[in-house]
């Protein structure tokens, strides 16, 4: 869901990078340094499972696994995400460094929602745990086109067609990325569980 340089207006490319400065600061605040090996982890995952991506206009459908970075890292999804992406920009010429604050807010912030709203059920057992898990893969797609779709539209209106091709084109991923985050958790629960026990 790399949005390309040259693109987006200014005041949207500001407010990508306000967003995206604020979550950072929180989440390095926020972050626990016993559990770094954690956040490197998803970090790397992240980074691998988005280098496979299928362009779509001005942006790209691939997996985000933010659903997963949300429940299990909470606000230390916001610098995770903004490292992996920096890599792939640096890298691979995924996105830009300019589009790097808004690329960040797509991803980090649906993932921090999905945090506050799926994360309590994930801690439960059974199929509310499962449940939860899909509604935040699904949910942390969702969220992340619907922004992408903003960022077009905001920039100007006649990306609108772009915007409602985005929105169509996740659709699908959003299913594979719940199911995948709930076999995800799922699996974590009966074999790691203290991974799953962070991100406040």
């Given at each position: 869901?790399?949005?390309?340089?040259?693109?987006?207006?200014?005041?949207?490319?500001?407010?990508?990078?306000?967003?995206?400065?604020?979550?950072?600061?929180?989440?390095?605040?926020?972050?626990?340094?016993?559990?770094?090996?954690?956040?490197?982890l998803l970090t790397?995952?992240?980074?691998?499972?988005?280098?496979?991506?299928?362009?779509?206009?001005?942006?790209?459908?691939?997996?985000?696994?933010?659903?997963?970075?949300?429940?299990?890292?909470?606000?230390?999804?916001?610098?995770?995400?903004?490292?992996?992406?920096?890599?792939?920009?640096?890298?691979?010429?995924?996105?830009?460094?300019?589009?790097?604050?808004?690329?960040?807010?797509?991803?980090?912030?649906?993932?921090?929602?999905?945090?506050?709203?799926?994360?309590?059920?994930?801690?439960?057992?059974?199929?509310?745990?499962?449940?939860?898990?899909?509604?935040?893969?699904f949910c942390s797609?969702?969220?992340?086109?619907?922004?992408?779709?903003?960022?077009?539209?905001?920039?100007?209106?006649?990306?609108?067609?772009?915007?409602?091709?985005?929105?169509?084109?996740?659709?699908?991923?959003?299913?594979?990325?719940?199911?995948?985050?709930?076999?995800?958790?799922?699996?974590?629960?009966?074999?790691?569980?203290?991974?799953?026990?962070?991100?406040?």
């Amino acid at each position: 869901m790399h949005i390309s340089e040259g693109v987006l207006s200014p005041p949207v490319l500001l407010a990508g990078a306000a967003i995206t400065a604020v979550g950072t600061a929180i989440g390095l605040k926020k972050l626990d340094y016993d559990r770094i090996m954690t956040v490197s982890l998803l970090t790397a995952t992240f980074f691998v499972a988005s280098l496979i991506h299928v362009p779509i206009g001005p942006g790209n459908v691939h997996l985000l696994l933010g659903g997963l970075m949300g429940i299990v890292l909470g606000w230390s999804c916001f610098p995770a995400i903004l490292v992996a992406l920096l890599l792939q920009s640096l890298f691979f010429n995924f996105g830009g460094i300019l589009v790097l604050g808004v690329n960040t807010t797509i991803m980090a912030l649906p993932a921090l929602i999905c945090f506050y709203i799926f994360r309590p059920w994930v801690e439960k057992n059974g199929h509310k745990r499962k449940i939860a898990a899909f509604g935040a893969g699904f949910c942390s797609i969702l969220l992340s086109a619907c922004i992408a779709a903003l960022a077009l539209w905001s920039t100007d209106q006649g990306f609108a067609r772009a915007a409602q091709l985005i929105l169509a084109a996740h659709i699908p991923l959003m299913i594979i990325e719940g199911i995948i985050t709930m076999f995800t958790v799922s699996f974590l629960a009966k074999v790691q569980p203290e991974f799953l026990i962070m991100g406040k």
